[in-house]
């Protein structure tokens, strides 16, 4: 296995606004008594609905998936889940999102994804509000019967139109010099992730999410073990100034997180 150098960090962080009700659930986890049958993720210490890291990224590598012909799905993860996994060390979603952890790694995975959790005064202003669950709104669906075409509303827990999130953090790590140009892979899916939705019932309307006041943090070894070392930033307000920036991005991660170049590499 070839040596594995840890060049930088670039944390991208910005908060995201729920355009339409969001729910992000475990799935069909049963019926509960005197609740909706499908509840919302809420963080055990306050009770308040959060983003989960994971569900965040594997939306964004779902859809970096689908954008190209060479990462079909191609392996069950289980729950009626499929992603596309392979070893090819130039493949831009394994090195991004990884491999899950039975799979030989050639890499190290390049992101990580942490939680997030309501913004504080969004969370104020969910609190007060006059709804049958704390922080949460209850949408009835009407799901057709298709045999019957009878209709038959299902109750939906959601986090109301509007809503805010953040600060979200994503943590990229630059391990060779080619890795810069996979942030451009990354903002990609995070525009995808805009024009399609987060969490479930998608198709019916909820999960509608926005980027915004995004910042992008370069951060290079070094300043792990110098705490005198300036640090670069870019801010967006929107994904979209992000995205057009994308170049401009990339030119300034290169240069403040250098990768030296292999003595005798091409
Ligand atoms: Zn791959």
Do not use: W
């Not at 009626?80 to 030989?104: A, L």
């Not at 050639?106 to 969910?126: G, N, Y």
């Not at 669950?133 to 509303?153: G, Q, W």
């Not at 942030?183 to 509608?208: P, W």
């Amino acid at each position: 296995m070839k040596e594995i150098n840890l060049f930088g960090r670039i944390i991208l962080s910005g908060y995201i606004r729920a355009v339409t009700g969001l729910h992000v659930g475990k799935g069909k986890e049963g019926l509960m008594i005197g609740g909706v049958d499908n509840p919302v993720m809420r963080d055990a210490l306050t009770n308040q609905p959060y983003i989960p890291g994971s569900s965040l990224k594997g939306k964004l590598r779902s859809l970096a998936e689908k954008r190209d012909p060479a990462t079909q799905p191609n392996k069950s993860i289980g729950k009626g889940v499929t992603i596309h996994v392979c070893n090819d060390p130039e493949c831009r979603v394994c090195r991004i999102f990884g491999i899950p952890g039975q799979e030989q790694a050639t890499a190290p995975t390049r992101l990580v994804v942490r939680d997030v959790f309501l913004e504080k005064e969004s969370a104020e202003s969910l609190k007060a509000l006059d709804s049958d669950l704390p922080f949460t709104e209850v949408k009835y669906e009407a799901a057709i019967d298709r045999i019957t075409s009878e209709a038959n509303p299902r109750p939906l827990e959601r986090v109301p139109a509007d809503a805010l999130f953040g600060p979200f953090e994503m943590v990229f790590n630059i391990y060779q010099d080619d890795d810069h140009d996979l942030l451009a892979t990354l903002i990609e899916a995070m525009a995808l992730l805009e024009d399609d939705y987060l969490g479930g019932s998608g198709s019916r309307g909820s999960g509608k999410v926005r980027f915004v006041n995004l910042e992008v943090k370069f951060k290079p070894v070094a300043v792990y073990g110098d705490a005198g070392v300036d640090i670069s930033t870019m801010g967006f307000e929107s994904l979209e100034g992000a995205r057009s920036a994308i170049d401009s991005i990339i030119e300034k991660s290169r240069q403040e997180i250098q990768v030296p170049k292999v003595a005798g590499a091409a």
